[in-house]
């Protein structure tokens, strides 16, 4: 059987889909993958499960009085994903 591919976020088939449902699609990914995990797919999975995180974080009705405890956490993961997300190649000098 066929691995499939690291689930693209940005495409089409999952621009109305929901946090749940992406972590599953995750879930199954990690699940049904065979041998070790590419650096490039561990970055991608680990930058997907923090805008999921944001996401639900976001989606979800507060009381103002845990607003700050939201912008700090939410700040906090925008810091993860974009060390996740960031070219390797091109921030350590290799080519």
Same mark, same amino acid.
């Given at each position: ?16 889909? +929901?946090? &749940?449902?992406? %972590? ?6 990690? =699940?049904? *993958? ?5 650096? #490039? ?21 507060? +009381?103002? &009085?845990?607003? %700050? ?6 700040? =906090?993961? *925008? ?5 996740? #997300? ?10």
């Amino acid at each position: 059987m066929a691995q499939k591919p690291f689930p693209d976020f940005s495409s089409e088939q999952f621009r109305f889909t +929901s946090p &749940r449902a992406k %972590l599953h699609a995750l879930r199954e990914f990690v =699940l049904n *993958h065979e041998g070790p995990v590419a650096k #490039d797919d561990a970055r991608r999975l680990m930058a997907a499960m923090c805008r999921l995180a944001i996401d639900l974080m976001t989606g979800s009705h507060m +009381s103002s &009085r845990w607003e %700050l405890d939201l912008v700090e956490a939410t700040r =906090l993961l *925008h810091g993860e994903v974009s060390m996740y #997300d960031r070219d390797p190649e091109a921030s350590d000098g290799r080519a």
